[in-house]
């Protein structure tokens, strides 16, 4: 099991975790994702999985659940 932390930007409401949780719960092998959402800033997404994600596959994710992106 691998921990990653992505930051990502537009999140603003519990919405919005909502949305961004469910589209990388659905990504192969994630198994949990947890938000510390920042409405003013940059929030942090936790996700566990089986395997790495790469960084295009959880932008593809963010890109289907609305408009957030990941920063460096």
Same mark, same amino acid.
């Not at 940059?42 to 932008?59: I, M, Q, Y």
């Given at each position: !099991? #691998?921990?990653?932390?992505?930051?990502?930007? $537009? !999140? #603003?409401?519990? %919405?919005?975790? %909502?949305? &961004?949780?469910e589209e990388?719960?659905?990504?192969?092998?994630? /198994? #949990? &994702? %947890?938000? *510390?959402? *920042?409405?003013? $800033?940059?929030?942090? &997404?936790?996700?566990?999985?089986v395997r790495a994600?790469?960084?295009?596959? &959880? /932008?593809?994710?963010?890109?289907?659940?609305? *408009?957030? %992106?990941?920063?460096?």
């Amino acid at each position: !099991m #691998t921990t990653q932390n992505f930051a990502v930007t $537009g !999140m #603003t409401c519990a %919405h919005c975790v %909502h949305a &961004v949780t469910e589209e990388l719960e659905a990504l192969d092998g994630v /198994s #949990t &994702v %947890h938000v *510390d959402l *920042d409405p003013a $800033g940059t929030s942090t &997404v936790h996700v566990e999985a089986v395997r790495a994600l790469t960084p295009a596959e &959880v /932008s593809a994710a963010l890109d289907e659940a609305g *408009d957030y %992106h990941l920063t460096p």
